[in-house]
């Protein structure tokens, strides 16, 4: 059996509405949250449905992972880690240790690096290793954003959004490409995030041949500090103002349905654009598709080839649900 694995880390989502509150404060580092801030997200997750399904897509991937990398001859298993939980990515690596694993890379399921984001899963997997007197190489896929297939995914999708528009008006659409904000302190740290999310915008755009586009964010946190704008919602004004009617949303910084998509956008900025008298649309997730699991094989077998990996200076862990 090899001794090599893929460890994939993702947010974390909770199993039932009563594991919100324990969820929430594991998010606050421990804190717990007011009464109204849990009511809050509970509201949120019943208007999904009671859930999400981060969970059972992220043990999809892992599955359909695994089996690609055997069909590619690649020796490696491959095990799924939540930073927020269950199974958290400490306990996971618990389990790796007593399967004989000795050498992990670790990949995010986050195309995009910033410390806040994917250097809190890298520190999470550090942590844990020291934990257990480091019996694993660690190997840290910190972004994979370039990867072409990941451009070329998502070009795709771009262009089979646009079909749901009538063919009249599909080149008065506006594009607007988001992803989760984070505190505006990041860019005091040249934190690489804002430049990668700039930048494979810029290569789907030319890859999906669409004209202008734009770029926002989304789900900022309730802190009292200020976080990267516009917000989509200002923004869907700012294109009302225009005359624009029709607005297609990629969700460029995620890669599964969660809270952040299934209520952040579905919901909320849909309702916003149906207020303002719009018609929004946005791109599909990738989920477990096979072109993302093509996307995570290329990622995982680039590494394996080059060694490419690295560590990093960690920053302060996020604190918005996922």
């Not at 399904?53 to 298993?77: G, H, K, N, Q, W």
């Not at 990267?228 to 009617?245: A, C, H, K, S, T």
């Amino acid at each position: 059996m090899s001794s090599k694995a893929v460890l994939l880390m993702a947010y974390g989502t909770p199993d039932r509405l009563e594991d919100v509150e324990a969820y929430f404060t594991h998010i606050r580092g421990g804190r717990t949250p007011s009464p109204d801030a849990v009511a809050n997200l509970v509201a949120r997750y019943e208007r999904v449905g009671g859930g999400t399904p981060l969970r059972r897509i992220s043990e999809e991937v892992r599955d359909a992972l695994e089996a690609s990398l055997r069909a590619a001859a690649e020796p490696y298993r491959v095990y799924l880690g939540m930073k927020h939980w269950h199974p958290y990515i400490a306990d996971t690596m618990v389990r790796m240790r007593d399967d004989g694993i000795t050498d992990v890379t670790c990949i995010a399921l986050a195309p995009h690096c910033s410390r806040m984001s994917v250097g809190a899963y890298c520190e999470a997997a550090d942590q844990a290793n020291r934990a257990l007197g480091s019996p694993f190489a660690l190997h840290l896929v910190t972004s994979w954003y370039g990867e072409p297939r990941f451009i070329e995914m998502m070009a795709n999708s771009v262009r089979s959004a646009l079909l749901r528009f009538p063919q009249a008006e599909r080149d008065d659409v506006a594009v607007v490409f988001t992803a989760h904000s984070l505190p505006e302190r990041i860019r005091t740290w040249g934190d690489a995030y804002e430049a990668e999310l700039a930048e494979s915008s810029a290569q789907v755009a030319r890859e999906a041949r669409i004209g202008p586009w734009r770029f926002a964010w989304q789900s900022a946190g309730g802190t009292h500090e200020p976080w990267i704008g516009p917000d989509v919602l200002e923004e869907l004004e700012v294109i009302r103002q225009e005359r624009v009617r029709n607005v297609l949303l990629v969700p460029i910084g995620f890669v599964c349905d969660h809270l952040e998509v299934l209520y952040d956008i579905d919901i909320e900025a849909k309702e916003k654009a149906r207020s303002l008298g719009m018609r929004l649309e946005r791109t599909a997730l990738p989920n477990a598709s096979p072109a993302f699991i093509r996307v995570l094989t290329d990622v995982v077998r680039g590494r394996s080839a080059t060694g490419r990996g690295e560590r990093l200076n960690h920053g302060t862990p996020d604190r918005r649900p996922a």
